[in-house]
Every structure is written in C-alpha cells, then in structure tokens.
C-alpha cells in the first residue's frame, strides 16, 4: 500500500492529482475536491474540510440533493448487494448492515422508503457513531422533522462522515475531535493496589463480545481509535477468578456486570472501580 500524502504534497501537486486522491471523500462527487483545488494552499486539513463542505452548501438545493442522492440507503438493496464504494461498504460493513435478516432487512427498508417519500433523498447518517438501535432511534426522530431541518441534518452528517474519510487520506491531517475512547482501571481495596490480573471484558447490548483484557499495572484501553458507537454497554468484571488466584476464600462476587451508556462518540469515558471480595463501587468520569 503506498504511503499517504502529507498536506503539503497535497498542496504543491498538480490539479488532477489533488482531484484524483481527495474525489471520493464525497460520495460520488469528485466535483467538490476539484471545485476548491484553486484555493490551495490550505494551512490545515481542517481548512481543506471547511472548503469542501462550503463548497457544497454554496450549490442551490437541487445540487445539494443530487449529491445526498449518491449516497446508499442505510441497510438498503446496494448493502445487500455490495454496490457501494469502498468507503460506504466499511463503514456499514462495521454493524454488518448488509447482511441483516428477513425482518430486520424489512423494518429498514420501510423507513428507507418512508424517508425518501417525505424528503426526495436517502436518510443519511455517520454511521460509524452509532449501533443499530441509535442508528433506528435517529431515524424515526428525523422522520418527524420539515425539509428544511433535514436538509441542514444531512449536510452535517456528510460533514461527520467527510471528516472521517479525509483523515484517511492524509498522513498528517491533525484533525482532532474523530475519535472515543473508553479507560477501565480497577483497583484492589482490600489490598491497596491495582488489581493486576483481573480480567475484565466489554459487551454491547445484545450481549456480543467487543473486548477484553487483563490489567496489568495500568488502565486499559478497551475502545480507541474511532468513534464510540452510541447505545448502551456491559462491562463485565471476572472478580470471582481474581480472588481466587489470590487464595481467597468466601467471596461472594463472581462476575460482576455494570451497564452504562454512551451518548458522546467522540469523548473519551474512564471507569475507575474499586473492588473487594464482597463490594465493589464505580466513579465515570466523560470528557470531551
């Protein structure tokens, strides 16, 4: 795989080669690098950004809703069919929204269909922040609302999902507020210590496994490096197997399951636990 561009390659190639690396950022619409390649150099890829999507919010409506329109339906025939370019077949690859079953292939494409009727574009969405049940909690509430406010939704989820794509593009973008992360440190009240070789392990709603690790001597990072899927989580603490590779008798805990929510993709969440043989007790701090 060749080696990204820096910025300032970018800003010192030729047109088309500018055009060419940066024309599938939006989706089917390499106008839009092309239409701000004369307004090089750009001091940041979050300049470069800004540009592409002014440029787009500069066209009449009419060109705004033909760019909305090369988009796929979320979970929509092109999913199912892998029609999509590469960028949209991993990003909805990520909650396997081409391979849903009968029922749930049928709810989306009901909500597609009632979408497109009411606004004459396809509901989009950055759909690397979200669960499935976000992702349909987002829908049914933006289904309610007038053209005007959807218009201006899609633009910034283009916008969510744009960003995304430029940093992939550039080896040095800089851009900053893409990604979550989520820091679980457990320590060892009875013992005043880290809870080194506590196994500790991450689920999403329905139970599917996301990560695990053991702890060993610092936190760990079980999320990092993308956006944090919106919805809710278990995190699960095998105590039962710590206590007693400590020869502890008695314990009454085991597995030790703790719910809690996401609602910030792009913050970074810390659990800090403290446990003993018979308690435990839980501080969350978000930021960002």
Not at 30 to 58: G, N, T
Not at 74 to 89: E, F, N, Q
Not at 150 to 175: K, Q, S, V, Y
Not at 242 to 256: F, K, P
Request: proline share 4%.
């Amino acid at each position: 795989m060749a080696a990204l561009p820096t910025l300032a390659l970018l800003n010192a190639a030729d047109a088309s080669a500018f055009s060419d690396h940066l024309g599938e950022v939006f989706e089917h619409a390499p106008w839009v690098a092309a239409a701000i390649v004369d307004q090089r150099p750009f001091a940041s890829a979050d300049a470069l950004h800004r540009a592409m999507l002014a440029a787009v919010a500069a066209r009449p409506e009419q060109a705004r809703v033909a760019l909305f329109n090369g988009h796929p339906e979320l979970a929509g025939a092109a999913a199912r069919l892998g029609d999509m370019t590469a960028d949209s077949v991993r990003e909805q690859g990520g909650l396997a929204l081409g391979a849903l079953g009968a029922e749930d292939s049928a709810r989306w494409d009901a909500l597609n269909a009632a979408y497109r009727a009411r606004f004459g574009f396809p509901f989009i969405l950055c759909i690397k922040r979200h669960t499935r049940a976000s992702a349909l909690a987002v829908f049914a509430q933006r289904l309610a609302n007038d053209r005007a406010t959807e218009l201006a939704n899609t633009l910034a989820e283009i916008g969510r999902i744009t960003r995304l794509r430029l940093a992939g593009r550039i080896a040095d973008h800089g851009l900053d507020g893409l990604h979550g992360s989520v820091v679980v440190q457990v320590l060892d009240s009875q013992h005043g210590r880290l809870a080194e070789g506590l196994r500790v392990a991450l689920h999403d709603a329905d139970g599917a496994p996301l990560a695990e690790a053991v702890q060993e001597g610092r936190g760990l990072t079980l999320l990092a490096g993308a956006p944090l899927r919106m919805g809710r989580y278990e995190l699960r603490l095998h105590l039962g197997d710590y206590l007693r590779q400590l020869g502890a008798a008695g314990a009454l805990l085991d597995v030790v399951p703790i719910a809690f929510a996401i609602d910030a993709p792009e913050a970074s969440y810390r659990l800090t636990l403290s446990v003993a043989p018979w308690a435990y007790s839980l501080v969350c701090v978000r930021e960002g």
